[in-house]
């Protein structure tokens, strides 16, 4: 028997499988995962996600473990090493946002909200479930287009509606599994 998946699914990739049977369109309230889940996709920007798959453990490792924090004091110094480690996008504009978005990150923790707060308010705290047929995927929503919108109010960087959008559905926000993928039922 064949399972039936998303045509984006590669499967010559198992890390890719993996993140669309596992991660993709599954609800995500996991802080840290939602801080490194909006870099990633900033940094995915003009590239392939599945580039940015293939480099995530690498990232982790050279963003701290996503430690806002850490991530929030990087000087000069730092930013060089990021710029020279072969296992990141390295992107002078890339490696500012995150810095950047560890920073209004922290303003946002200071008010009082969570990213996850913040985030899941926008959809009522339930996924948004599409029905789209091959070839109908929009690139951005009117809701991509206001929460990219209150994100760089906020401070963020590299939130773009485009980029927003691939957010909420790898976090699960919306869930864009084709109607025959098996991963669309029960998320």
């Keep these: 028997?064949?399972?039936?998946?998303?045509?984006w699914a590669n499967p010559a990739n198992p890390r890719y499988l993996d993140y669309h049977d596992t991660e993709w369109g599954v609800p995500c309230h996991d802080e840290?995962?939602?801080?490194?889940?909006?870099?990633?996709?900033?940094?995915?920007?003009?590239?392939?996600?599945e580039t940015i798959l293939n480099k995530r453990e690498t990232y982790r490792?050279?963003?701290d473990g996503w430690e806002a924090e850490k991530i929030a004091a990087y000087g000069p110094e730092k930013v060089a090493q990021l710029l020279a480690d072969p296992g990141i996008v390295?992107?002078?504009l890339k490696v500012a946002a995150a810095i950047t978005n560890a920073q209004a990150y922290l303003r946002l923790r200071a008010q009082g909200q969570t990213l996850d707060s913040f985030l899941w308010a926008y959809v009522d705290g339930q996924p948004?479930?599409?029905?789209?047929?091959?070839?109908?995927?929009?690139?951005?929503?009117a809701l991509s287009d206001k929460l990219s919108k209150d994100l760089l109010k906020?401070?963020?960087?590299?939130?773009?509606?485009?980029?927003?959008y691939a957010y909420m559905q790898g976090i699960g926000m919306v869930n864009d599994h084709a109607p025959a993928c098996f991963c669309r039922a029960g998320r």
């Design 61 to 63: 490792a050279a963003f």
């Design 32 to 49: 840290r995962r939602l801080f490194e889940m909006l870099n990633l996709e900033g940094a995915q920007a003009g590239l392939s996600w």
């Design 1 to 7: 028997m064949t399972t039936t998946r998303c045509s």
């Design 128 to 141: 948004i479930v599409n029905s789209w047929q091959p070839g109908e995927f929009p690139a951005t929503t």
């Design 154 to 164: 906020l401070g963020f960087k590299f939130v773009g509606s485009t980029i927003i």
């Design 90 to 92: 390295r992107n002078r």
